[in-house]
């Protein structure tokens, strides 16, 4: 069974900074986009970054400049890296992958449970 486990949310004052991590485990047999969304309450989940197998990214105009999105395709984990934390970032952080499981016959979309970032001061 395929999991993704998200760590590293949490309270911080605006102008900080927090480091959010996602593993994927199971058996997996190869993982394609890896991509970070965020939901706040009433609002729609959004895109926040995105990385490609290959190393390419995607950052949605609010973040960019401030999060740095990266992955270890060796250890099927992606991270996101905030900085300049914004009260507007006040959201519950859910980690993205697409990936082919072991004896499965397509690409599959799979879901962290969420974790909890609150920019407060």
């Known amino acids: 069974q395929v999991q993704l486990l998200e760590s590293g949310g949490g309270l911080v004052q605006p102008g900080g900074s927090l480091r959010l991590s996602c593993a994927a485990s199971g058996s997996i047999f190869s993982v394609n986009a890896m991509d970070w969304y965020r939901q706040s309450p009433g609002k729609q989940r959004d895109l926040v970054a995105d990385?490609?197998?290959?190393?390419?990214?995607y950052y949605a105009d609010s973040v960019k400049g401030r999060f740095t999105i990266s992955r270890d395709n060796a250890k099927n984990t992606v991270h996101l890296q905030m900085s300049s934390l914004k009260p507007e970032d006040t959201a519950v952080y859910y980690c993205?992958?697409?990936?082919?499981?072991?004896?499965?016959?397509?690409?599959?979309?799979?879901w962290g449970q969420g974790t909890q970032v609150t920019v407060s001061s």
């Open positions: 990385i490609t197998s290959g190393g390419s990214t």
């Open positions: 993205h992958a697409r990936l082919w499981v072991a004896g499965g016959n397509s690409w599959t979309n799979y």
